[in-house]
Protein backbone atom coordinates (compact mmCIF):
# COMPACT_ATOMS: atom_id res chain seq x y z
CA UNK A 1 0.00 0.00 0.00
CA UNK A 2 2.69 2.26 0.35
CA UNK A 3 6.52 2.77 -2.12
CA UNK A 4 9.34 1.96 0.19
CA UNK A 5 12.03 5.16 -0.82
CA UNK A 6 15.49 4.53 -1.46
CA UNK A 7 16.14 6.53 1.97
CA UNK A 8 13.88 4.24 3.99
CA UNK A 9 16.79 4.03 6.57
CA UNK A 10 15.44 7.97 7.77
CA UNK A 11 11.91 6.21 9.08
CA UNK A 12 12.83 3.28 11.04
CA UNK A 13 12.29 5.29 13.89
CA UNK A 14 9.63 7.67 13.07
CA UNK A 15 5.95 7.40 12.38
CA UNK A 16 4.59 6.14 9.20
CA UNK A 17 1.13 7.03 7.45
CA UNK A 18 -0.65 3.06 7.48
CA UNK A 19 0.98 2.16 10.56
CA UNK A 20 -1.60 1.50 13.55
CA UNK A 21 -2.18 4.16 15.68
CA UNK A 22 -3.44 5.26 18.83
CA UNK A 23 -3.69 3.69 22.67
CA UNK A 24 -3.62 -0.04 23.10
CA UNK A 25 -4.84 -2.21 26.06
CA UNK A 26 -3.93 -5.48 26.86
CA UNK A 27 -5.47 -7.24 30.37
CA UNK A 28 -4.48 -10.81 31.67
CA UNK A 29 -6.40 -13.32 33.52
CA UNK A 30 -5.28 -16.06 35.78
CA UNK A 31 -8.07 -18.62 36.62
CA UNK A 32 -8.02 -21.45 38.95
CA UNK A 33 -9.60 -23.86 40.64
CA UNK A 34 -13.57 -24.78 39.59
CA UNK A 35 -13.37 -21.59 37.41
CA UNK A 36 -10.68 -23.70 35.45
CA UNK A 37 -12.55 -27.71 35.52
CA UNK A 38 -14.11 -27.36 32.13
CA UNK A 39 -14.21 -25.97 29.14
CA UNK A 40 -17.69 -24.76 29.92
CA UNK A 41 -16.85 -22.52 32.72
CA UNK A 42 -13.27 -20.88 31.07
CA UNK A 43 -15.87 -20.41 28.32
CA UNK A 44 -18.33 -18.35 30.49
CA UNK A 45 -14.99 -16.77 32.39
CA UNK A 46 -13.60 -15.89 29.21
CA UNK A 47 -16.58 -14.12 27.94
CA UNK A 48 -17.31 -12.38 31.53
CA UNK A 49 -13.48 -10.83 31.26
CA UNK A 50 -13.40 -9.84 27.66
CA UNK A 51 -16.80 -8.49 27.43
CA UNK A 52 -17.79 -7.07 31.03
CA UNK A 53 -21.17 -5.83 31.57
CA UNK A 54 -21.91 -1.80 31.49
CA UNK A 55 -24.27 -0.25 33.08
CA UNK A 56 -25.88 2.88 32.81
CA UNK A 57 -28.05 4.33 34.79
CA UNK A 58 -30.08 7.77 34.23
CA UNK A 59 -31.48 9.91 35.82
CA UNK A 60 -33.62 12.69 34.37
CA UNK A 61 -35.41 14.23 36.83
CA UNK A 62 -33.74 12.84 39.67
CA UNK A 63 -30.20 14.39 39.83
CA UNK A 64 -29.34 13.32 43.30
CA UNK A 65 -31.25 10.37 43.39
CA UNK A 66 -28.88 7.67 44.79
CA UNK A 67 -27.67 4.89 41.95
CA UNK A 68 -29.84 1.58 41.53
CA UNK A 69 -28.42 -1.75 41.98
CA UNK A 70 -26.77 -3.04 39.05
CA UNK A 71 -29.19 -6.69 37.63
CA UNK A 72 -29.03 -7.78 34.61
CA UNK A 73 -31.78 -7.30 31.95
CA UNK A 74 -31.64 -11.42 30.93
CA UNK A 75 -30.46 -14.20 32.78
CA UNK A 76 -30.70 -17.95 32.14
CA UNK A 77 -30.80 -20.69 35.03
CA UNK A 78 -28.16 -23.09 33.32
CA UNK A 79 -24.69 -22.09 33.32
CA UNK A 80 -24.09 -23.49 30.29
CA UNK A 81 -26.30 -21.06 28.10
CA UNK A 82 -24.46 -18.03 27.50
CA UNK A 83 -26.52 -14.77 25.66
CA UNK A 84 -24.11 -13.87 23.34
CA UNK A 85 -26.06 -11.53 21.43
CA UNK A 86 -28.76 -8.73 22.18
CA UNK A 87 -29.22 -6.70 19.35
CA UNK A 88 -32.75 -4.67 17.80
CA UNK A 89 -33.94 -6.91 14.88
CA UNK A 90 -33.41 -6.06 11.34
CA UNK A 91 -36.57 -5.75 10.03
CA UNK A 92 -39.05 -4.82 12.52
CA UNK A 93 -39.28 -2.99 16.14
CA UNK A 94 -37.97 -6.38 17.96
CA UNK A 95 -35.15 -7.74 19.74
CA UNK A 96 -33.07 -10.52 19.22
CA UNK A 97 -31.63 -12.63 21.52
CA UNK A 98 -28.40 -15.30 20.54
CA UNK A 99 -27.62 -17.90 22.95
CA UNK A 100 -24.70 -20.08 23.15
CA UNK A 101 -24.51 -23.64 24.67
CA UNK A 102 -21.17 -23.93 25.69
CA UNK A 103 -20.89 -27.52 27.14
CA UNK A 104 -21.76 -30.04 25.05
CA UNK A 105 -24.99 -30.84 26.45
CA UNK A 106 -28.58 -30.59 25.23
CA UNK A 107 -30.31 -28.36 27.87
CA UNK A 108 -33.47 -27.01 28.84
CA UNK A 109 -33.44 -23.76 30.67
CA UNK A 110 -35.09 -20.80 31.60
CA UNK A 111 -34.68 -16.93 30.28
CA UNK A 112 -35.67 -14.44 32.67
CA UNK A 113 -36.49 -11.37 30.64
CA UNK A 114 -37.35 -8.09 32.40
CA UNK A 115 -38.74 -10.36 35.32
CA UNK A 116 -41.03 -12.41 33.06
CA UNK A 117 -39.85 -15.91 32.93
CA UNK A 118 -39.44 -18.15 29.66
CA UNK A 119 -38.60 -22.07 28.84
CA UNK A 120 -36.47 -22.42 25.85
CA UNK A 121 -34.51 -25.50 24.64
CA UNK A 122 -31.16 -25.31 23.06
CA UNK A 123 -28.88 -28.47 21.58
CA UNK A 124 -25.26 -29.14 22.52
CA UNK A 125 -22.88 -26.78 20.87
CA UNK A 126 -25.43 -24.76 19.15
CA UNK A 127 -26.91 -20.92 19.19
CA UNK A 128 -30.99 -20.48 19.86
CA UNK A 129 -31.92 -17.29 18.22
CA UNK A 130 -34.85 -15.98 19.69
CA UNK A 131 -36.89 -12.68 18.68
CA UNK A 132 -38.73 -10.66 21.16
CA UNK A 133 -41.45 -8.52 20.38
CA UNK A 134 -43.00 -5.48 22.12
CA UNK A 135 -45.65 -7.86 23.67
CA UNK A 136 -43.20 -9.71 24.71
CA UNK A 137 -44.03 -12.59 22.76
CA UNK A 138 -40.83 -15.01 21.93
CA UNK A 139 -40.45 -16.23 18.66
CA UNK A 140 -37.96 -18.59 17.56
CA UNK A 141 -35.85 -17.14 14.46
CA UNK A 142 -32.89 -18.65 12.23
CA UNK A 143 -29.48 -16.33 12.09
CA UNK A 144 -30.60 -14.01 9.94
CA UNK A 145 -34.12 -13.01 11.77
CA UNK A 146 -36.67 -15.75 9.48
CA UNK A 147 -39.35 -17.21 11.54
CA UNK A 148 -38.67 -21.38 11.80
CA UNK A 149 -41.34 -23.08 11.30
Not at 5 to 17: G, H, L, T, V
Not at 20 to 42: L, P, W, Y
Not at 78 to 106: C, H, S, Y
Not at 107 to 112: A, D, G, K, N, V
Request: glycine share 6%; hydrophobic share 35%; aromatic share 10%.
Amino acid sequence: CMDVAEDWQRYRNRFMPHQDQGEHQARFTFVFGEDAASNESMTRKAYEYNVGLDSLVYFPTKRDAAPTAKESFITTDQPNVILGTMKKAEGDDALILRFWEVAGEDTEFTISLDGKQYSASINAHSLLTLKVDQYGNLTKTNLIERELV
